[in-house]
């Protein structure tokens, strides 16, 4: 009879250790969608981007740490779980500041290259060309 509650209790313990591993490992992985808005510039030209998070982290498999970073003697030291700055906290969207860069260049870097990579393997992939494929249209004022 002991044996028959302790298999039990053996049983109960592991299906809880996977409800809990399972829980952990569906936890927030971000928004679903944002909206990069164009804030801080000297003029705004274009509208903003409207960017799936979760499309580029849970479709395409990209990691973390191809968007977000904390660059300390060269090497992005930011691992999943630190805290996610707005980019406009490092990057200014006025000048550049050092080797850090305006934030609409930082942006324009990290999105169009790496779409421009896809595209020259030949995989699908984004816009990249024309600006109006990923801003949307700019509300009048």
Not at 40 to 56: I, R, T
Not at 84 to 107: E, I, R
Not at 117 to 133: E, H
């Amino acid at each position: 009879m002991r044996k028959k509650g302790f298999g039990l209790l053996v049983v109960l313990f592991v299906g809880l250790l996977f409800l809990v591993v399972g829980v952990l490992s569906a936890a927030d992985k971000g928004p679903d969608t944002m909206c990069i808005e164009n804030t801080g510039y000297k003029a705004d030209k274009k509208g903003p981007v409207n960017f799936s998070h979760k499309k580029h982290h849970d479709d395409y498999g990209l990691a973390c740490t191809e968007c977000h970073h904390d660059y300390q003697n060269g090497k992005n030291v930011w691992k999943e779980g630190d805290p996610v700055k707005h980019c406009k906290q490092c990057h200014n969207p006025l000048k550049k500041q050092g080797k850090v860069l305006k934030l609409q260049n930082a942006y324009h870097k990290n999105c169009k290259t790496c779409h421009k990579k896809l595209a020259k393997a030949g995989k699908k992939t984004g816009p990249y060309k024309k600006c109006s494929k990923c801003h949307a249209k700019k509300k009048k004022s």
